[in-house]
């Protein structure tokens, strides 16, 4: 569904560019939403982007130091990371719902994302 990849271990402070790349279906008429979850706790939120729009919404946790984008021409989405923490420490992976849908709610439930990918591991440590 999607194949994500940019994940590493980079030390505090640091930046990483995420992809996600669909597969089998395109980007259009699709939100996207980057997850994470970090070892042995339950996946969080943490931006969506749109279709058609080119600003995303952050939770608090990222705001100011992450920026998500899409290019659906090429059917990939980015994610962003500066100043990065340990606590941003955590597998990385994106989803995609109708756009009918839309971002509204994703950062509480899961409800409407029908296509996930495997992630990529991010660890932030010194």
């Known amino acids: 569904q999607f194949v994500e990849s940019g994940g590493g271990l980079v030390q505090p402070g640091e930046s990483l560019r995420l992809s996600c790349v669909a597969s089998?279906?395109?980007?259009?008429?699709?939100?996207i939403a980057w997850f994470r979850q970090p070892p042995q706790r339950e996946a969080l939120a943490v931006s969506c982007i749109d279709f058609g729009r080119v600003t995303g919404e952050y939770v608090d946790a990222v705001k100011g130091r992450f920026t998500m984008s899409r290019d659906d021409a090429k059917n990939t989405a980015y994610l962003q990371m500066n100043n990065l923490r340990p606590e941003d420490t955590a597998d990385y992976f994106c989803?995609?719902?109708?756009?009918?849908?839309?971002?509204?709610?994703?950062?509480?439930?899961?409800?409407?994302?029908?296509?996930w990918g495997r992630g990529t591991q991010v660890t932030v440590s010194s």
């Open positions: 989803a995609a719902k109708p756009s009918h849908l839309g971002c509204s709610g994703y950062n509480k439930s899961y409800l409407g994302f029908t296509r």
């Open positions: 089998g279906f395109t980007l259009d008429n699709n939100a």
